[in-house]
Nanobody
Framework: VQLVESGGGSVQAGGSLRLSCAAS???????????IGWFRQAPGKEREFVAA????????YYSDSTKGRFTISRDNAKNTASLQMNSLKPEDTAVYYC????????????????WGQGTQVTVYP
């Protein structure tokens, strides 16, 4: 599957952004075959888990730092996933990646076989 993120940008602390992830299919597999995760990577830091959603969308998971501020969702009819980010903080500044996995391990970078190119989010104090 190919993933393309959009919606990044710059915002002041306390503001909101909505990231989108559009998936294009691979023969033999559909979007609902994949769990979707959002990860982020700040300069000089390792890529870290942000949020995840199960194949059906019934289950969602968040990191401690994003719980209560971010909301992950997906629309399987449109092959898209989204990350609504509210109450943004300067420490949320990073490149955000959408990723897809067949295997279990929603927080594990290595469990995700497919990645988008990333979209920059910058939060000013």
């Amino acid at each position: 599957v190919q993933l393309v993120e959009s919606g990044g940008g710059s915002v002041q602390a306390g503001g909101s952004l909505r990231l989108s992830c559009a998936a294009s299919g691979r023969t033999g597999r559909t979007f609902t075959n994949y769990g979707i995760g959002w990860f982020r990577q700040a300069p000089g830091k390792e890529r870290e888990f942000v949020a995840a959603i199960t194949r059906s969308g019934a289950g969602t998971y968040y990191s401690d730092s994003t719980k209560g501020r971010f909301t992950i969702s997906r629309d399987n009819a449109k092959n898209t996933a989204s990350l609504q980010m509210n109450s943004l903080k300067p420490e949320d500044t990073a490149v955000y990646y959408c990723a897809a996995r067949i295997r279990s391990g929603y927080t594990d970078v290595n469990a995700h076989e497919y990645w988008g190119q990333g979209t920059q989010v910058t939060v000013y104090p």
